[in-house]
């Protein structure tokens, strides 16, 4: 048996997590199966011989297998009846979903993005919830928090600057927005990662 985790800190991370069911079995009769057995084979190969650079090899091979899985998982599922990944691949909210990815920070209106998306307000709202799972204001708050989540892995952002970039006017008001979406305060999260971040680097002094 063989263990392993990957970390997934882009901003879409949770876009995709909230897409999977908490297994995966990928069978042997998949037309994946014969990439990941030949995967598997080499990530054990790596790890029983020890060779020079075995921990990035290993990384590499752990990234590919994952890729393997995601892979054969989709080609598999059922068509995503809503959610936010099914969002990112709408044509009609495309125009939307673009201005507020390109500009997160702006005051965006509901007549501007319903304008781009070539719908009236209302048509606009119910269909973005009806793809995306949420309205368009909370998927847009959402997207600042993932953003902001980002930045605060930063250690040279503070709280200050993320809040203002992101259109709050103020730190409480981006503290209880980042709270409610996250569960979690930016100081808390900032700390978090950051006691990660000293554990995963003593853990590649060790591996070294």
């Not at 990928?26 to 080499?42: C, D, E, I, M, P």
């Not at 989709?74 to 125009?95: N, Q």
């Not at 501007?112 to 209302?122: G, H, K, V």
Request: charge should be positive; charged fraction near 20%; aromatic fraction near 6%.
């Amino acid at each position: 048996m063989i263990g392993g985790k990957v970390y997934l800190s882009d901003d879409n991370a949770q876009l995709l997590l909230d897409e999977l069911p908490p297994l995966i079995h990928v069978r042997a009769a998949s037309r994946h199966a014969l990439s990941l057995h030949w995967l598997l084979k080499q990530l054990v190969a790596e790890r029983d011989g020890n060779h020079p650079g075995v921990a990035a090899a290993s990384s590499q091979l752990a990234h590919l297998m994952l890729i393997q899985i995601l892979r054969a998982y989709f080609e598999g599922a059922e068509p995503i009846t809503s959610g936010r990944l099914r969002a990112i691949g709408d044509r009609r909210l495309a125009p939307a979903l673009q201005l507020m990815h390109g500009d997160p920070g702006r005051a965006w209106q509901l007549e501007e993005l319903a304008r781009a998306a070539a719908m009236s307000r209302a048509t606009f709202c119910a269909y973005f919830k009806k793809i995306a799972g949420v309205a368009p204001m909370a998927y847009l708050t959402e997207w600042r928090m993932r953003l902001a989540e980002r930045m605060l892995r930063s250690e040279r952002t503070s709280i200050g600057v993320i809040s203002a970039s992101l259109g709050y006017t103020s730190e409480s008001a981006f503290s209880n927005a980042f709270k409610r979406v996250t569960g979690r305060s930016p100081i808390h999260y900032k700390r978090q990662q950051q006691g990660r971040a000293a554990e995963n680097m003593a853990i590649g002094l060790g591996e070294q």
